[in-house]
């Protein structure tokens, strides 16, 4: 008996990305998928899905969607996703939302950040953060997961279990982020456009990108201490793959072997996270759920280098490996 | 009457730009390019050359290429370039020598970086480093001119004015570069094969890279105070570009606006290095001896974004550069 | 005494390339560069400009234009262009046409491919087409050039000289060209956003392209013969080049050699077009005025290969080639 | 009960995606990766694999590999393959070969285009064509397969099913083709070092490809009548994909109507061979094995148009896809 799932917003990159990996789950029935344009085969929007699925572009009701699917992968912008949540919720589906609507902590923060009031304030601080290597169990219980970000997945991996383990100072950390552009997503941009963006390297949203209050929040609620990182994000000219280089402060005398040992032994039983001795290259992990990483002390200073897939363990793979736990299948299959 | 010019070590990448920008200058003439390698039309190895520059690759001696030429532009490898550079200058030629062979202070140092010992080492010290931001005045008189490396350029231009006004702690400063592929050169490796490192970033040379010395010796005798960086070189999918990203502490309270102040105050009579408002781009100094430069401060944070060609202002444009300067000509001849 | 001359539509690609090889021009003044949008500096439009041009875009009428230019470079789209350069000439200024208006030779083929009346059908035939190797001594007394198309001129170069000769055959010509994306210009298009058309090779306009009436038109005009291509181009994943492959029957028995001879002798004196012995790659000649070409008899088949950058010799070097020739300066000035 | 296979020659990208789709593969076991280099964990050869595959590059001798191995995929060059594949089938297992060695149908011809003498030639023309879409039901009972090349693939799928039918002219094919640098290898190269292939597109071995006996000997073979093709291989800067354009002339009067059904008839029950109405880009078709087709008459000419992904339709997954037809699974697993 396959679990029966629909796909809302399905229009988009991310969207594209948990289609394709759902049709090779074996346990998975895709019922549904919508979009607010007006009804259209889903290859005509994604042409990959030629022959793979059958489905026409519905604009549907919440509650017509969890009328048909158990399990609803949404893929719409903040802000209209938690308008719709809680109706699926009431419904009787679960849900794993892409958007950055469940991730932080606090009303007050996804305001300043988002511009707009919190639509289900309630839920923010219950839902589980949708990163199983943190939060494996709240997930598996949950109905509603809150799909970590591209780049949050990319940085909290490797300073996690650093701060966790008292390794390194909480104040002082700076993480250098790079993004391919499918990251920004389908929508159309001049920053975007190919010839402005191909063969050109950029920083963009200094100071300012809406990852950082995720970043913050979950390093600070993992690791036991008040956080904030300086995040710089790049636009790199590549399809997809993130790396990021964090610098921090070791606390006291600490070993590159001792920082690589506490990584090691944080992640030795996982699927998908990967201490590497090389620098890790975003190509090793193209196309997978895994993230590559490592560490360097240079001059004193901890470096971490991690790479992963912003489509996948940056945003479907996660979903499916959420989805996975939360219908009691092996959490890495059709990953 | 045009100078006569020689290029040395003809068949890399910096040597063709050096070449193409030489062809437009109109008080230049190309007498000789020389290789190791059995003699051959240019354009048979540069085919970009066809119908531009009708010259054979000779392997000529010192003497036979200062017999010919009044400056020899030098694209020999390190080592390769300090063991003939003697000889050029006793024939008489003037020289600026691409390689790192003159840009370090000390010969310990050098030996510690490159391997080994230094062929020249009374010369350290005394030759100009060519950044002309920053020596113009020693580089007009000078008969060797060490033509700065392409991630020092980029990192030097936006710190060393805010270290020798004071602004930033010299003792706390990350720098995050992005290259493109050219950096790397036109030697054979499999990190450079077009489908191992297409659509794919990685860290390299994390905290061993020869720059570091360079960046370092530079900032230190410039700004003042003994500064030493952390500093991580990264490879990006395009041909060419570097943006380095810099991360430091101001001293005591300074504001965004009294960064980029001493920043435009120190290059309002530049003509190749901007401050602008925006975010700059790589692209935006693509084919160009630009440098454009902002600055940012995040969360108390200092962060400087710098934008270069590497094969032009981080190699070959500044090369010509020196050579107007030390020939008399317009600084921004060619250009 | 510089001449002065005026950018019409300067916030496009082509545009931008014309300004940067102006800027590089002795003899040039830009005195105006104009847009429908609101007045802002051309390095806020163009951030690549930024110190190079120090001016703003405006929105002015032709008599405003033509009262200071003596040429004008009108980049506007076609139907646009032949609204306004009737006034153009009649205020006196000379211009170079970028758009498709005056290239073909009658009002009604270029209603069927263009879908509205031609503006100004009587100049249709009479102004000279750009193309300085075929029509030289008309461009030079013209006070309206034609500047052709990026497809057209990297399939004329190769094959006008051979349809002249009578080497080949006129009714069976098959061309597939290949171009960079900045061809497509840097309007917001699905299709040219980065990641749907990077990692990725796509035909278009197939049988449809508006380039196949002005290469039909030119090489039976040039050849002598009623001249009819097959076209297909293809979108490819680079910012600049265009790489066309045509494939003729030979007239009779004609050796490679003999092909190859034809195409020499035609182009011996051409400051820009090399016929040469290798396979040509589009990068031999990117960011320059150059065309390379070679062709080689495979089964019995002649085969032609030619690069050019589309924006220079597809485009603004052309142009500049043009005005260089209307004006009386060296051909090559700039270029 | 899994099958039990051997990647021979695994340190190149087909080995690498051909080792990939296995993993997917349920009812698989790799139990060798053979390289001459000396011994070294795969995933250090190809860090993707890390924490996918634990097994040890190992120089195993034919008979070894027989002995571990039910089915053997071959990676090794031409020549090198037929070499050893005889003595792997004597040992008992079933081998897929990737290289040329037992695609062509005649020992001269494989002496005249491989330049050496063919090691086995009686199995040639018994060995069947690995493409099941025409050659499914010898394939199923075959020990030895030729797996197809990149472009024939590209080139026979649509053409194979016209020529079958009659409906266009055999001795007058032109077929241009575009590769992504994958289908190089990973040899190191001067023409696929980045900085030369990057931003750049040219043709290569024009009229001596080896692949071109291949596609007229199974065009021949497959359509009844002698054909022979015009074939020009282009060099795209991508990872991966190929296009293929073809240009022929119709038998009489066919529709463009006429042509698409006839495709569409004869692909109808296939899995991975789509008839689109649309154009077809690469991208549609990458990391899966599916080719995406279409054709149009142009002036009276059938124009046809083939995207795949070179390293799965055109190399791995064609080869898994025989595999899974040799032993009895069914055709799409784990494709």
């Known amino acids: 008996m396959a679990t029966r799932v629909a796909v809302m917003g399905a229009t988009g990159y991310t969207a594209l990305e948990v289609i394709k990996i759902l049709l090779r789950h074996p346990h998975v ?46 893929c719409l912008p903040h802000g209209a996703s ?72 990319s940085v909290i991996l490797p300073l996690s279990p650093l701060l966790k383990a008292g390794l390194i100072v909480a104040e002082d950390i700076i993480v250098d982020s790079k993004s391919g552009v499918s990251g920004a997503g389908r929508s159309l941009k001049l920053t975007t456009h ?26 600070s609620k993992f690791g036991g201490q008040e956080t904030s990182v300086i995040f710089t994000p790049h636009l ?49 992990t193209l196309g997978t759920n895994y993230c590559h990483l490592t560490a360097r002390i240079v001059r004193g200073r901890v470096v971490t280098i991690s790479c992963i897939d912003n489509l996948v363990k940056g945003a479907a793979g996660a979903a499916v490996q959420n989805f996975n736990l939360m219908f009691g299948y092996s959490e890495t299959t059709a990953l």
């Not at 190919?194 to 390093?219: K, T």
Request: hydrophobic share 35%.
């Open 29 to 74: 029935e895709i019922v549904a998928v919508t979009s607010r344009q007006d009804p259209a085969p889903i290859s005509s929007v994604h042409p990959s899905l030629t022959g793979q699925l059958d489905l026409v572009l519905q604009n549907l009701s919440p509650a017509e969607i969890s009328a048909r699917a158990e399990c609803v992968f949404s």
């Open 194 to 219: 190919f010839p402005e963006c191909n063969e050109s390297v950029s920083a963009y949203s200094v100071g300012r990108h809406r990852h950082v209050p995720e970043i913050d929040h979950i390093l």
């Open 236 to 284: 790199i000219p590549m399809d997809r793959g993130i790396l990021s280089t964090t610098y921090s402060r070791p606390m006291g005398e600490v070993s590159e072997e001792a920082i690589l040992d506490c990584l090691r032994d944080f992640y030795k039983d996982e699927p998908f996270v990967k201490v590497v001795d090389r620098l890790p290259a975003t190509k090793d």
């Open 82 to 153: 938690a308008d719709v949540i809680p109706e699926l919720l009431r419904g009787g589906a679960r849900v794993v939302d892409f958007s950055a609507d469940y991730r932080l902590g606090s009303a007050s923060v996804y305001e300043k950040w988002y511009g707009h009031k919190h639509p289900d304030p309630e839920r923010l601080g219950v839902v589980p953060y949708g990163l199983p290597e943190l939060y494996r169990d709240a997930i598996r219980s949950a109905d509603l997961v809150a799909n970590p970000g591209c780049y949050p997945t």
